[in-house]
């Protein structure tokens, strides 16, 4: 709660300040506390566009003042360099973290849903694309799902629909280019050393992503959702599998279908995986058949990097 | 300035929280409606010898239920059947008729009064119970006797299917025979006898509805150019169009808005300038508009600002973040005129509401409340500290009650009578001269 509105121009910082009372240089400090106060707003904003009444549709009006709102503060948040900065810092921190052995708070793309209920009114099918803070989520409010995975995780298969996040568009090619990146070289090499190219990339999408405005729907989401974070982002859970099932041996799915006595569907989509992945590593189902091992071998690998040691 | 209210009756009128009021053309008649679809009607009791005090009291009148909660099996969402707006029409003959919407349909309804009954029917008897036709030996001609009072209510046309968005405004036109209906983004007319079309004549619907900021919020039929009407939008803006000019009204005869104060701005800038209601004067030359912090008043000639600007609770310009997290924010405030157009009346928080005096300038806040007042008890203005030290009986800014709001006020056409709505509670006060 704060006693007064937050301002929009901050040019009269100073006068803010005795009321606070805070020591030190006034204009670094005042602009510091704008800049929390804009923060917190967005955040509140975010929240506030999210949680929908089940019931009852939620009003138009509301939404659509909220999400002007929104989009004034992710404005003047680009004007002000202030969005760029903040990645930045993040990506220094991660990268410090990441080189100490320490799992670090990730410089790394958020992708959430809204979850909300499908609507009749729905202008199309759920777009790949976030548009510039949209009103998609105003009347329909779609299911999409929210998947959690570990930071270190190169298999993001979450749909990465952001609703709110700003003009993503080209944020999310970058990432989809840099997942891919990874995503074979994680494959490809698991000898190397993963922090390594980790830092190194996280460096280069930090200037890939000075554009992307997603820093503070990143935290919002972080604080409705709990920590849902992906390494990178993707376009869609289908491209994400294929990815994933380019450089793994045709056989796992025998070995799948075996292992579980799945009714072998013809598309799998990304939780059957994770399932028939973590069946596949009970003892209890682990088959004698010595052209499994080297199957399981490549299955644990992925799993681990799925799930995390 | 009128002389300060007295308080003449409060009526709790039911559980629910009463979601609009208004008087009829005469102000004989004062309809509520409320979160749980009902309307409740109050007549003003007539002059009489034997009561002479009694004048000016409402009592209930009629109470019906108007609109049921509804569930929409497409969207699986319910549909409340809260009350938004009542509009009566103009009385032709013994009955009165009002309409009446909840967010998807409108109703109308006819209240009739039934004083006389007929008795001494032929095939029946008194009970109702069918006589046996041969018992019947001679005929006899019914007889209109006197009964209690008793008013039914009966809808007579039902307005539906025509919004995708929630209704918010209806308005009646001085044809008598059109009215219009206004949802979010569209806004269609309707012939009061015609249930099954309506002319869509404004739709701000975009091709993409991810490119939606605006939308409307209020609506309203010039009270005597029946070819002229207005809507305002969450942007803080009114657009007068002239439905002569063509079958869709996209395009207005007349834009109003305010320039934006550049020293004031914040993010909250836009919010707080979104309109809650649009009421043109009795005069038709005339209309106010209510933001959340303020009241306007434009003269229709004059677009580019308005003629009067009243600030309602400018103390609460400091904590628009706070009301922002608690939704107090969004509240939808009205506001309404007196019959000589020379007061103006909207709510406030705390149960408060203020009247603003245009010639004199002078404005006094009131609260509505039941612990504070009597009955003929005379009000007495309340006043808010913005700040230092507090006198006396005023009320610093952070006890304000942000739970008792005053959104809904009417102010009889001809006399001065306003009825205010605090929750669940009808307070009907009157000139202390009477």
């Not at chain 1, 509301?62 to 989009?71: G, H, P």
């Not at chain 2, 005339?286 to 959340?292: E, F, G, K, V």
Request: glycine share 6%; aromatic share 8%.
């Amino acid at each position: 709660m704060f006693s007064k509105g937050t301002k929009r121009k901050f040019s009269d910082g100073g006068e803010e300040l005795p009321e606070e009372g805070l020591p030190g240089s006034n204009e670094e400090l005042s602009s510091v506390s704008y800049s929390l106060q804009r923060q917190s707003l967005l955040d509140m904003s975010l929240i506030k566009l999210q949680l929908c009444h089940m019931l009852v549709e939620p009003n138009l009006c509301r939404s659509v003042l909220i999400a002007n709102t929104v989009r004034q503060i992710q404005e003047e948040m680009t004007h002000d360099g202030s969005w760029q900065a903040a990645t930045m810092m993040e990506a220094f921190a991660a990268a410090s973290a990441a080189g100490s052995g320490a799992a670090g708070p990730p410089e790394r793309l958020v992708a959430t849903e809204v979850l909300c209920r499908p609507g009749r009114e729905m202008n199309g099918s759920p777009t790949a694309e976030p548009k510039l803070f949209s009103v998609m989520g105003y009347e329909e409010c779609r299911e999409e799902e929210v998947v959690a995975v570990e930071e270190d995780s190169i298999c993001s298969e979450a749909a990465s629909n952001v609703c709110l996040s700003g003009s993503m568009g080209h944020c999310w090619e970058r990432g989809m280019l840099r997942g891919e990146r990874e995503l074979d070289s994680r494959l490809g090499a698991p000898d190397e050393d993963v922090d390594v190219e980790e830092e190194d990339e996280e460096e280069e999408d930090d200037n890939e992503l000075e554009g992307c405005r997603e820093e503070g729907e990143a935290k919002a989401m972080r604080q409705v959702f709990g920590t849902f974070e992906i390494k990178n982002s993707h376009p869609g859970p289908e491209s994400a599998l294929e990815e994933l099932f380019s450089d793994v041996d045709a056989s796992y799915y025998d070995l799948d279908t075996m292992l579980t006595g799945m009714q072998a569907a013809p598309k799998i989509g990304p939780y059957d995986l994770l399932d028939s992945l973590s069946q596949s590593h009970t003892p209890s189902s682990l088959s004698s058949a010595s052209n499994c091992r080297s199957d399981l071998n490549e299955l644990d690998h992925i799993m681990e990097i799925i799930v995390g040691s | 300035m009128f002389v300060i209210p007295m308080k003449v009756s409060c009526q709790t009128v039911g559980a629910d929280i009463i979601s609009t009021v208004e008087f009829n053309y005469t102000g004989d008649l004062l309809a509520t409606g409320d979160k749980g679809g009902r309307v409740v009607i109050f007549q003003r009791e007539q002059e009489s010898k034997n009561r002479p005090l009694s004048r000016g009291e409402y009592n209930v009148y009629s109470t019906f239920q108007s609109h049921e909660p509804e569930f929409d099996y497409l969207k699986s969402l319910e549909i409340e059947e809260k009350i938004n707006k009542i509009r009566w029409l103009p009385q032709q003959n013994a009955a009165h008729f009002l309409l009446s919407t909840n967010d998807k349909t409108i109703k109308l309804w006819k209240i009739s009064e039934r004083d006389k009954r007929a008795e001494g029917y032929n095939l029946k008897d008194e009970d109702g119970r069918l006589r046996d036709p041969f018992r019947i030996t001679s005929l006899r001609v019914p007889v209109l006797m006197p009964m209690d009072l008793m008013v039914e209510a009966s809808p007579r046309r039902i307005f539906a299917n025509a919004h995708t968005y929630h209704i918010n405004s209806i308005s009646v036109n001085s044809d008598h025979e059109t009215y219009l209906s206004a949802d979010d983004l569209r806004i269609n007319l309707w012939h009061l006898e015609i249930t099954d079309r309506s002319f869509n004549i404004v739709d701000i619907k975009p091709a993409n509805m991810e490119e939606l900021t605006e939308v409307i919020t209020a609506a309203e039929c010039h009270p005597h150019q029946c070819n002229v009407f207005v809507y305002s939008s969450s942007k803080g803006t009114i657009r007068l169009c002239d439905m002569r000019a063509g079958a869709l009204c996209d395009r207005h005869s007349k834009f109003f808005e305010e320039p934006e104060d550049p020293s004031s701005r914040s993010f909250f800038s836009e919010i707080i300038s979104s309109i809650s209601d649009v009421k043109f004067s009795h005069s038709g030359r005339y209309m106010m508009t209510r933001d959340y912090l303020s009241v306007k008043v434009w003269d229709l000639n004059m677009e580019n600002r308005p003629v009067e600007t009243y600030q309602v609770h400018e103390y609460l310009r400091s904590k628009l973040c706070s009301l922002y997290e608690n939704d107090c924010i969004f509240d939808k405030f009205e506001c309404c005129w007196n019959g000589s157009d020379s007061a103006i009346m909207t709510g406030s928080y705390n149960n408060f509401f203020r009247m603003f005096d245009r010639n004199t300038r002078r404005d006094i806040t009131l609260e509505a409340s039941r612990e504070n007042s009597k009955p003929r008890a005379i009000l007495k203005p309340r006043k808010v500290c913005t700040g230092g030290k507090r006198k006396k009986d005023e009320i610093s800014v952070d006890s304000l009650d942000f739970n008792k709001k005053i959104l809904h006020t009417a102010w009889h056409p001809k006399e001065n009578v306003i009825a205010v709505a605090a929750t669940n509670n009808l307070y009907i006060f009157q000139d202390k001269i009477n």
